[in-house]
């Protein structure tokens, strides 16, 4: 079976190596905004061996926070109505949804 790369998060790794990446795809095709050095080819090659493919927790919880039909626009409303008429009522009502999401996972 192929394996499946999370490209933000590979990108973030390579980044974090201080390699010149311009972008990665899910198949692990790596972008560089130049050609590596063999240095840095090996340590590309090793960053990308020790890619950890799940989710991260950030990844996570917005996915149980869509799955349980918050949409974006739901919070931009709540904060919005928050911000112009000082009304907490929606952002308290979600915080608690939200709160109740992330307790049960």
């Given at each position: 079976m192929e394996q499946?790369?999370?490209?933000?998060?590979?990108t973030e790794e390579?980044?974090?190596?201080?390699?010149?990446?311009?972008?990665?795809?899910?198949?692990?095709?790596?972008?560089?905004?130049?050609?590596?050095?063999?240095?840095?080819?090996?340590?590309?090659?090793?960053?990308?061996?020790?890619?950890?493919?799940?989710?991260?927790?950030?990844?996570?919880?917005?996915?149980?926070?869509?799955?349980?039909?918050?949409?974006?626009?739901?919070?931009?409303?709540?904060?919005?109505?928050?911000?112009?008429?000082?009304?907490?009522?929606?952002?308290?009502?979600?915080?608690?949804?939200?709160?109740?999401?992330?307790?049960?996972?």
């Open positions: 499946i790369f999370n490209p933000k998060k590979l390579l980044k974090a190596a201080k390699l010149p990446v311009a972008g990665v795809s899910s198949t692990g095709r790596v972008d560089y905004t130049r050609e590596l050095t063999k240095t840095e080819s090996a340590m590309a090659q090793g960053v990308i061996e020790s890619h950890e493919t799940s989710p991260t927790d950030d990844e996570i919880a917005r996915s149980l926070i869509a799955n349980a039909g918050i949409s974006l626009m739901d919070i931009v409303m709540a904060l919005w109505t928050r911000a112009v008429t000082g009304d907490l009522s929606a952002v308290e009502a979600l915080s608690q949804k939200i709160d109740a999401i992330m307790k049960t996972n």
